[in-house]
């Protein structure tokens, strides 16, 4: 039974309630920083003073950019109709935003061991653009070819935005995309109902919503920082997010049915979402030369990926940024979405998960099979050395968020150590 799965008392936010949500919770204000680097390896928005920090990367091929309209010195000037900057002109229409789930644990800690080997649960790339992913990512809003329908369980945005092909870099074709929403209370209406899952998802968006007002209360953001909150906020604003932040949590496996009191209560899950959240913008390598056309057999997709970083070698193309020196954090395949706004919602999972048994199941968005996950050290994933320093290299074609995790390991949001030497 659904309501068999939680342990809690949590009622979800009044509009009241959301003001006072960081006393609450105990968040104070400052914890909340969004995750951009700049690509000469300084960080371009400053992270709160109470955090440490470890150095910037050095290599300049393995950071996350900062402001994505920027001109980076050396490298081509971004034209005006480049299109970020075309997103930035209406972002929060434009912009696709997506949601997931980073389960980690470190071994060890239980232990005080002073060789802590840290795990994040993964399942193999179901694009085959690297080796592993999270394989929690839902979008609240993306685009679609414009002659399609809706896939399951999204509709076509109310604003109904659209984008011509030709006004991506990588392509010349004459179609277009519309940008669709996923429906509010998607998984009723499609027969995977779970009030307590829905509830879940509900209590964190209020929280997510107080921190996003509180970031933007900061007058020293850059524009950047602040369009990119408040495209996210608008985001959250729908009721509908209510649905993409479910799904991530479904997907994560973390919430299959158990009855054996291995899973920690809601509450402190939603807190610790709450206070690790972080905002990376992910912008890709996309197929060589050219975008492929809607109608482009798979095989023919599939042939373009596996030989596309040997193409782009032999002819000299820079597999790494592109030629305005913005850095790709990930191969993409065709889908013109994989430019994102990223919610990225950490757990530590470490006081529950220790043995490899505790392994939860993967699953599709609306899907009921189950796929395998496994627990892979930041280290095999490309993240970290052995020794827990920060690699300097290019993670991407070993786990799709290897870039992401690496920063969000360096700013604090991945805790390699445990801070409770009591447990």
């Known amino acids: ?101 980073v389960a980690y644990r470190r071994l060890g800690a239980r232990r005080r061991s002073p060789g802590e080997r840290v795990e994040v649960l993964v399942r193999s ?23 399609s329908n809706p896939p399951k369980g999204y509709q076509t945005s109310e604003g109904k935005a659209t984008f011509h092909a030709r006004d991506f870099p990588w392509s010349d074709g004459g179609w277009s995309y519309s940008k669709i929403d996923i429906q509010d209370r998607v998984f009723a209406r499609v027969g995977l109902g779970d009030p307590d899952l829905e509830k879940v998802a509900s209590i964190l968006r ?6 996003f007002a509180d970031f933007l209360r900061d007058e020293n953001l850059s524009h950047w920082d602040s369009s990119t909150a408040r495209t996210v906020m608008s985001t959250l604003d729908k009721k509908s997010s209510i649905s993409a932040i479910q799904g991530s949590l479904r997907m994560s496996g ?20 709450a206070r690790a959240a972080k905002v990376v913008t992910m912008f890709p390598q996309m197929p060589y030369p050219h975008l492929p056309s809607p109608d482009t057999q798979e095989e023919e997709l599939r042939r373009e990926l596996v030989t596309r970083q040997e193409r782009m070698r032999a002819e000299g193309v820079d597999r790494h940024r592109d030629k305005h020196g913005r850095v790709y954090t990930h191969i993409s395949t065709s889908n013109v979405s994989n430019t994102i706004h990223g919610v990225y919602l950490p757990i530590d999972v470490t006081d529950i998960m220790l043995n490899d048994d505790e392994t939860p199941p993967a699953l599709d968005l609306f899907g009921t099979d189950e796929a395998e996950r496994m627990w892979i050290s930041l280290a095999d994933l490309g993240v970290i ?20 995790l690496r920063h969000m390991v360096e700013e604090g949001s991945i805790e390699l150590h445990v801070q409770n030497p009591s447990l």
């Open 125 to 147: 790339s179901a694009n085959g653009t690297s080796k592993y992913g999270l394989g929690t990512g839902v979008p609240a809003t993306r685009w679609i070819h414009s002659k």
């Open 385 to 404: 050395n052995s020794d827990g320093s920060i690699k300097d290299d290019d993670p991407k074609s070993t786990f799709i968020s290897g870039l992401v």
């Open 254 to 273: 973390l919430f299959a049915s158990k009855n054996d009191g291995r899973y920690k209560s809601v509450s402190r899950l939603v807190r610790e979402i």
């Open 1 to 101: 039974m659904a309501n068999e799965r939680y342990s809690y008392s949590l009622m979800p936010l009044t509009i009241k309630k959301r003001a006072a949500a960081l006393i609450a919770f105990l968040i104070p204000s400052h914890t909340w920083a969004f995750l951009f680097v700049a690509p000469g390896g300084a960080i371009s928005r400053a992270i709160p003073n109470s955090i440490h920090v470890r150095p910037p990367l050095r290599s300049t091929n393995a950071v996350i950019n900062g402001d994505l309209t920027r001109d980076n010195p050396g490298f081509d000037s971004i034209p005006a109709d480049d299109y970020i900057k075309s997103y930035q002109s209406d972002p929060e229409n434009l912009w696709p935003v997506e949601f997931f789930i």
């Open 206 to 211: 209020d929280h997510l919503l107080v921190h």
